[in-house]
């Protein structure tokens, strides 16, 4: 595993392990123990999945040392405020079993709830996280799904700027405006959901490009990523997908082949949310 370094000097592994809808034991336990067994150092959950619980549980088990991995998890939609942020982390934490995070993040920008005055609401929220951030008990801090405009109002009142964006990003979805603001502000860009949510697993041209590198459509999509700089976090709950997951360090693709690859059409129209109108 290899790292990228945030820009307050800490490194993170340059893959996670999502855990989105494992929110069972059944699902999230195993899956997340087989991660780490198969060389994940980087897992990513968040209050929402629903899962928090089992993942610790699954860290502890998997007889790691907790220096060794980087844990991420995210405030959700319900809690924006400076306490209330500090006790949705403290409820985290204490699911988590662990004495601190690594990345704490802002899942949305522009809860339903709290939509007539979202810009007072996260400011607050960051605010919580920058003290959780001074005092030593998150090692980064950023947000998820913010767009430019989004991180343009936290520019206004922050005084630790976000060190991460969380993002949905796949081939058709490149958010080229988002990645070049981020970029611009030395933000690094994860990717969830980077593999379409299996989507573009099928997809002719993925499918047979991967036959020429020799590797699976998941390889040759996770090596995309990682050639863009982008942080990918794939989920599986198969043990031969989980481990096929990271072997992805072993070739590169051609700029013919990157270029080819940025030009697909992504045709699910049920992707792609749009933070300020999404209903939850």
């Known amino acids: 595993m290899q790292n990228y370094t945030l820009k307050n000097g800490v490194e993170i592994p340059r893959i996670g392990f999502g855990t989105w809808k494992l929110n069972t034991r059944e699902l999230a336990y195993p899956s997340v123990k087989e991660a780490i067994k198969a060389g994940y150092t980087h897992i990513d959950t968040s209050a929402v999945y629903a899962n928090e619980e089992f993942v610790g549980e699954a860290i502890r088990d998997a007889n790691v040392d907790r220096e060794s991995l980087f844990i991420t998890t995210k405030l959700w939609n319900d809690v924006r405020g400076y306490d209330e942020t500090l006790d949705a982390f403290n409820t985290s934490l204490e699911k988590l079993g662990v004495d601190y995070i690594d990345l704490y993040l802002i899942h949305w920008p522009n ?36 767009l430019p405009h989004h991180l343009q109002e936290l520019e206004k009142t922050m005084e630790i700027a976000p060190m991460v964006n969380q993002i949905e990003l796949h ?11 981020c970029r611009e502000h030395e933000i690094l860009i994860e990717a969830w959901s980077p593999l379409a949510s299996g989507d573009l697993i099928q997809k002719k041209e993925i499918v047979e490009l991967a036959a020429k590198y020799n590797k699976n459509v998941g390889q040759l999509l996770l090596r995309w990523h990682l050639q863009h700089d982008f942080l990918p976090l794939p989920r599986s709950t198969n043990p031969e997908r989980i481990a096929s997951n990271l072997d992805v360090f072993d070739f590169d693709i051609t700029t013919e082949d990157m270029n080819y690859i940025d030009a697909l059409p992504y045709e699910d129209t049920n992707s ?5 109108t999404a209903n939850f």
């Not at 979202?118 to 998820?144: C, D, F, H, P, T």
């Not at 081939?171 to 603001?181: D, F």
């Not at 792609?272 to 300020?276: A, H, L, R, S, W």
């Open 111 to 146: 809860p339903v709830k709290y939509r007539e005055n979202w810009q007072a609401m996260n400011a607050a929220s960051w605010k919580a996280m920058e003290y959780l951030y001074k005092e030593g008990k998150v090692r980064a801090i950023g947000v998820s799904n913010f």
């Open 272 to 276: 792609n949310t749009d933070p300020d």
């Open 171 to 181: 081939p058709g979805q490149l958010h080229k405006e988002t990645v070049a603001y």
